[in-house]
């Protein structure tokens, strides 16, 4: 069989079980789980590997979920993931009562483009004609939510970094790996199209605490030393920096105030923030950063505080490869014409993948089919074909190509990626923004 041939193949076959493909997506989205905790969810794509005849292992990462294609001839391995974690938004008629959490980032959709290419590979038996390996991953963990929880979590041993594909690379889960693609749903993109080469900003995190002293508020409030003062003004500190920040860096810093003091008589002397200091770049979000821990600092010193700066390393800018882009997107355009494809912007979000990009070659288009913006309560999926069968055939073509015999496109990506940093030199990294 012939390139063209297997493609053909494949697609047909996805739009044959489309609706079986669809049901995954919405069998996952009536069960949203919060980053680490996708039990639920791990277990219904583990159910539909084993289904498809995939290996599967879970337990990667503490909850992600893999199945693998394997090639009849040895060659590169290539990372398929879909993210498995909701957000948090109460309001959502889709929001779990309990938790309040809703799969409105589309990571559902995500899971189900990742299943239906795989359900199109296996039933067209691609493995035949390819050169390495497909890893199929339900990934935990994207949205960088919960602080506090997952501070426990690291103090229990059970992961050291927040996000889910940090925890990929510190288990040396990528060794194995040379190239890794995702598709995410795009805000208010309804149609069948997908976007590629889109940007997305980096951070860092911060968890800030300023101690005062506690007095009488009201007898004796010269006695006391006020936190809550110091955390206004390092906030309007941090204000008085952004005159400073350049367009092009994006900078974007948004701290919020988790506790203000404990009980009103009392000076407050116990205050704590979080923020981001997100950024386009490493080197600004480090400049920025370094601004923002002065005026932190300007904040305690101004009323005789002392702070307590925390940073956890957040994600990585995203860097897409344009060579991996290239070959989806002529896919996307056999498929649905010029109108089945564009060009994504810059997202002032950040995502795990980020971190990837810097270690091998990566890719994360974004998918149609969706109303409403990401996280917020008007997201819908407009239209579960745009949504989720249409980038699945894009995929499982673009898979198609990178792996067929000898698997040439996958070696010719890999041959020309320079790596940002190696594995080691980003698990330094991570190490030296714990101790800054
Ligand atoms: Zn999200
Ligand atoms: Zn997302």
Known sequence: MDKGKLKEAVGRIIEQERLKIIDWSKAMASKPELGYKETQTAELIRAAFAGLGLPTRTGIAVTGVEGVLEGARPGPGLLFMGEMDAVVNRESSAADPVTGAAHLCGHHLQVGIM???????????????????????????????????????????????????????????????????????????????????????????????????????????????????AACLAILNIHAQRETFREDDKIRVHPIITKGGDV???????????????????????????????????????????????????????????????????????????????????????????DLSYLIPTRQPDSGGIRGNVHATNFEVADYEAAVIYPAKVMAMTVIDLLFEGAEEAKRVIREFKPEMTADQYLSFMQKVEES
Request: hydrophobic share 40%.
């Open 115 to 229: 299943l239906g290419a795989a359900l199109g590979l296996v039933q067209a038996g691609a493995r035949d004609h390819f050169s390495g390996k497909v890893f199929f991953l339900g990934t935990p963990a994207e949205e960088f939510i919960e602080i506090e929880e997952r501070l426990r979590l690291r103090e229990q041993g059970k992961i050291r970094y927040l996000g889910g594909k940090q925890e990929l690379v510190r288990l040396g889960y990528l060794k194995d790996k040379h190239l890794c693609v995702l598709v995410h749903a795009h805000s208010g993109l309804s149609q069948r199209k997908m976007l590629f080469g889109g940007m997305s900003n980096g951070f860092l995190a911060k968890s800030i605490r300023f101690q005062g002293k506690p007095a009488h508020a009201g007898v004796s409030p010269h006695e006391g030393i006020n936190a809550l003062n």
């Open 264 to 354: 009103v008589n009392v000076v407050p002397y116990d205050v704590r923030m979080e923020t981001y200091v997100r950024g386009a770049r490493l080197e600004a979000i480090t400049d920025a950063n370094a601004k923002v821990d002065r005026a932190l600092r300007a904040g305690a010193d101004a009323v005789g505080a002392k702070v307590a700066i925390q940073n956890i390393p957040g994600y990585l800018p995203l860097i897409q490869n344009p060579a991996l882009s290239e070959i989806a997107k002529a896919n996307a355009i056999s498929l649905a014409g010029e109108e089945g494809a564009g060009a994504a912007g810059f997202e002032g979000g950040s995502t795990d993948m980020g």
